[in-house]
């Protein structure tokens, strides 16, 4: 199997090899967004401003708590927000699905679950981003639609564009799929509304962000207790199926813990032997792994949810162009 974190941001000797098949995918991608934008392909506008939050890389970068800190600002603003997303790794034969707190991420998505529990808000998932979006419409009184992870499907026609950037690891080894993490070339950064360095330093014309851990909870009974009160307990498991494990990671050992690490794939569909590592050592995991364990929880798993703390600038900038959208 192919370690495609260590390929695209470790400097594998093996990335060269994939480059003809990166060319190929910087190719149709520039072709297909040529398409949308000369309006050879249709793009679908809808009555409401339409927010889109995305990335250029492949894998996490904070997008999904970014969109839940817009979701709860935008309510708080009262505009009535609703989102749309993927719904990446639900298996549920018809789409776009309405999401509820306690939908089943099997078949829905991890993310679309998280989005809905996190947010209070109507979430509809499904891959084409126009159907969910006229779902929503259909269904829920929204004054604006969030796309959580849509920058690339152009389909849906948006007003505003944030780009999430990961601070640390920018763009790893800076080629394209699947040479590289690229999506798009770093030269579409140009193109957008806001740039939000999530971690490391933001450079010019760059808002910063950071991740807060909160206190966890116990998966079993709901309690809380800080993460301090993990430390000399003989070390705690870590669990981390998202795109970058390492944050979360490093996250809990900021706070002083000692970590047994067991990083997965992102959107990785557990099971319970996944999470039996033969001690009765707390496990803790993220908010997106703990959607799909909670029907394999015993009581010393816990999770630990995560803020997107943004620049104050990006809430007052935002308010402004979706006011400018809805004059329009």
Known sequence: MIDWQRLWYGGSPWAPLLTPAAGLYRTLTGLRRFAYRSGLAHVHRLPVPVVVVGNLTAGGTGKTPLTIWLADFLRAAGLAPGIVTRGYGGRARHWPQQVRPDADPCMVGDEAVLLARRTGRPVVAGPDRVAAAHALLDTEPCKVILADDGLQHYRLGRDIEIAVVDGVRRYGNGRCLPAGPLRERPGRLREVDFVVVNGGPALGGELPMHLDAGEARNLVDGRIAPLTSFRGTGGVHAVAGIGDPTRFFATL???????????????????????????ERPVL????????????????????????????????????RIRSAHAG
């Open 253 to 279: 050992e900021r706070a002083g813990l000692t970590l047994v690490r067991h990083p997965f794939p992102d959107h990785h569909p557990y099971r319970a032997a996944d999470l039996d590592f033969a001690d």
């Open 285 to 320: 995991m993220t908010e997106k792994d703990a959607v799909k364990c909670e029907r394999y929880a015993r009581p010393h798993h816990w999770t630990v949810p995560v803020t997107a703390v943004p620049d104050p600038r990006l809430g007052e900038a935002l308010l402004t």
